[in-house]
């Protein structure tokens, strides 16, 4: 008997926040869309940003992690026609990789009847991803914070004040993981990850109790961007921003290299917009991408 066709909504995410290395992101309101059903032969009809990465048969995320899962847990592979709708950017920091294999990993639950529950979903795709904030976001929405042993992910999520925003400025071009993550040292000094495990709890409790009096200060980061600044240019342009009139934090969208500002609401965007773009002139053709906080799960229906 065929399985019924399943449709799927998973949200952008920023992790990292600034000092929360691989524990802490949000979801945003730029989704990936997925209509699938069975079908003879695998096909995908792409739209929004990146179509020829989202619907090339080769070298498919989706489709690898789709088949990936099949394989391990010893099920055929279902072809399936695929109506994709994406307006995450890709390679930008902005999580699309994890919405894609939360996406190839809900796929290969449905049609292969493993009816895996959500958190099994979460706990398969954090394998891929190997750390647990940008797939726990997606799936859970609002603000998360997360932690993962290789084998079980233990993650909350807290809804954002419904007065904050968030604007993300993307550059003209991506910048791979991997290519951020060589930039990092082997080893940090014990201060920088007190200061780091300190502004962790501040921010969280900040976005708990709405303070945004404290995010400035609780996204102050030592671990990561300082040494990614050196391949993310937007953000020493950007940083001098932070606790500026109607901008409550400035930080690294991911590992990059898109930066992320939180703004304390709606009324404080365009005079921020404003002053991004006169902060980063010179830097190229960059995008500003108008964000709420999703504080919705990601929607998983058939």
């Known amino acids: 008997m065929s399985a019924s066709?399943?449709?799927?909504?998973?949200?952008?995410?920023?992790?990292?926040?600034?000092?929360?290395?691989?524990?802490?992101?949000?979801a945003l309101n730029h989704s990936l869309e997925i209509d699938a059903r069975e079908a003879?032969?695998?096909?995908?009809?792409?739209?929004?940003?990146?179509?020829?990465?989202?619907?090339?048969?080769?070298?498919?995320?989706?489709?690898?992690?789709?088949?990936?899962?099949?394989v391990a847990h010893e099920r055929e592979v279902t072809p399936l026609a695929l109506e994709v709708k994406n307006g995450i950017p890709l390679g930008m920091g902005c999580g699309s990789s994890a919405a894609v294999r939360l996406a190839g990993v809900a796929l290969a639950s449905h049609f292969a009847g493993l009816d895996w529950d959500r958190?099994?979903?979460?706990?398969?795709?954090?394998?891929?991803?190997?750390?647990?904030?940008?797939?726990?976001?997606?799936?859970?929405?609002?603000?998360?914070?997360?932690?993962?042993?290789?084998?079980k992910i233990s993650a909350v999520s807290l809804p954002a004040p419904a007065?904050?925003?968030?604007l993300v400025v993307?550059?003209?071009?991506?910048?791979?993981?991997?290519?951020?993550?060589?930039?990092?040292?082997?080893?940090?000094?014990?201060?920088?990850?007190?200061?780091?495990?300190?502004?962790?709890?501040?921010?969280t409790a900040a976005f708990a109790a709405g303070r945004g009096d404290l995010i400035a200060e609780a996204m102050r980061d030592r671990m990561h961007q300082p040494y990614r600044s050196k391949v993310c240019p937007l953000l020493?342009?950007?940083?001098?921003?932070?606790?500026?009139?109607?901008?409550?934090?400035?930080?690294?969208?991911?590992?990059?290299?898109?930066?992320?500002?939180?703004?304390?609401?709606?009324?404080?965007?365009?005079?921020?917009?404003?002053?991004?773009?006169?902060?980063?002139?010179?830097?190229?053709?960059n995008e500003i991408l108008r964000c709420r906080i999703e504080n919705h799960p990601a929607e998983m229906r058939s």
Not at 123 to 135: I, L, M, R, V, Y
């Open 5 to 26: 066709p399943l449709h799927l909504c998973l949200p952008a995410t920023s992790a990292n926040l600034g000092p929360g290395f691989d524990t802490l992101a949000i």
């Open 40 to 70: 003879a032969s695998f096909s995908i009809h792409a739209t929004g940003r990146g179509p020829e990465v989202c619907g090339s048969l080769e070298r498919n995320l989706l489709l690898d992690v789709y088949r990936r899962t099949l």
């Open 119 to 151: 958190d099994r979903i979460l706990a398969e795709a954090t394998k891929f991803e190997g750390h647990p904030d940008n797939a726990a976001a997606c799936w859970l929405g609002g603000f998360v914070a997360g932690c993962w042993d290789g084998a």
């Open 163 to 166: 007065a904050w925003r968030a």
């Open 170 to 203: 993307l550059p003209e071009k991506p910048l791979p993981t991997a290519a951020s993550r060589a930039v990092l040292p082997h080893s940090y000094e014990r201060t920088d990850v007190v200061a780091n495990l300190q502004r962790v709890a501040v921010l």
């Open 236 to 285: 020493p342009r950007l940083q001098p921003l932070t606790g500026t009139e109607g901008i409550l934090g400035v930080c690294l969208s991911g590992a990059g290299p898109a930066v992320l500002l939180l703004v304390e609401s709606e009324d404080a965007i365009e005079a921020v917009e404003a002053r991004v773009l006169e902060a980063v002139s010179g830097l190229g053709s």
